[in-house]
């Protein structure tokens, strides 16, 4: 080994370590490599999703659509949830999700004559606008385009009134049942984008990272720094959906993959724009001028 690499394998090995010591915590794995996970295929979601809603439902006596709300703004952390309605209470906990619950008398009485649709500036009958639990009312065609606006855009899981500075979320029954009148399609993915926020909303669960994909997801309840391992076969960090690589942390694993990366994106440029000298078999590089060309270490060749 040269000067020159020494200096380079010390000074890489170096940085290395100070990475390893600064990432202790990222380094605490289990004592088990593959702890215990559940496998949540495509026929399991549903029943997976329905278990974290039931339990919102029935501590908080609540319907669906707002259980599936809080949990979505929670990331469906039931844990964090109930520990913010503990800290700051059950109104601070649904003002922030967006959550209004009103009586149904209130809103029969808010439909009960013709009203001016404040969006298109539309007089129109009772029976052709649809109020929201926060008590804002517009028409069925404002609605409808609204809410196809947001799904088409990706943010159909949470999507909030037309009213000016209203931050409750619209009930996902009326937006299903308006969208679908005229969009089946689109009332189809919005279903599809409310079922697959279980996963791409959770801290706890990941889809499977396999090439081509299995359509599994995995979910832990205990430690993020952890090596899982799918039905499919495949082992994987929970944490970074890297291949399989501990004790090493997530961020020496990512430095080492770039280093080997680039490495050999130089071997492949010396081998391509180089030719080794026949006496000391440095590659050497022509850069114009004669095929005559001279090493370093003064051994001409062509």
Same mark, same amino acid.
């Given at each position: ?26 380094? #605490? ?7 215990? &996970? ?129 931050? /409750?979320?619209?009930?996902? /029954?009326?937006?299903? #049942? ?37 359509? #599994? /997801? ?21 944490? &970074?959906? /890297? ?47 004669? #095929? ?11």
């Amino acid at each position: 080994m040269t000067s020159d690499e020494e200096e380079y394998y010390s000074s890489d090995q170096d940085a290395l370590d100070g990475i390893e010591n600064d990432d202790e915590d990222n380094r #605490n794995w289990p004592s088990s490599s593959l702890p215990s &996970c559940q496998v949540i295929t495509k026929e399991s979601l549903l029943v997976a999703q329905r278990e974290d809603l039931r339990k919102v439902m029935d501590l908080l006596t609540l319907s669906e659509k707002h259980a599936r709300t809080l949990l979505i703004h929670h990331r469906w952390d039931v844990e964090r949830l109930l520990a913010v309605l503990v800290e700051k209470g059950r109104d601070q906990l649904f003002s922030k999700a967006g959550v209004t619950i009103v009586e149904h008398n209130d809103l029969a009485r808010l439909q009960s004559s013709p009203v001016t649709c404040d969006i298109c500036i539309e007089d129109v009958s009772s029976d052709a606008v649809t109020t929201m639990d926060c008590g804002h009312c517009f028409c069925n065609d404002c609605w409808t385009g609204h809410f196809i606006v947001k799904i088409n855009d990706g943010q159909s899981k949470r999507i909030r009134c037309m009213a000016h500075k209203c931050n /409750a979320i619209c009930d996902e /029954a009326i937006i299903r #049942n308006l969208v679908s009148a005229k969009h089946p399609d689109i009332a189809e993915r919005f279903d599809r984008f409310l079922l697959e926020s279980y996963i791409e909303d959770n801290n706890k669960v990941k889809w499977c990272p396999s090439v081509p994909h299995c359509g #599994n /997801a995995i979910r832990v309840d205990g430690d993020a720094y952890c090596e899982v391992e799918c039905t499919c076969g495949l082992q994987f960090c929970f944490s &970074c959906s /890297a291949e399989a690589h501990s004790p090493c942390s997530c961020l020496m694993w990512e430095l080492w993959v770039k280093k080997c990366r680039d490495e050999s994106e130089t071997v492949n440029w010396i081998t391509v724009n180089t030719k080794p000298c026949p006496k000391c078999h440095k590659p050497v590089e022509k850069n114009g001028g004669c #095929n005559l060309v001279s090493c370093i270490c003064g051994q001409p060749f062509w």
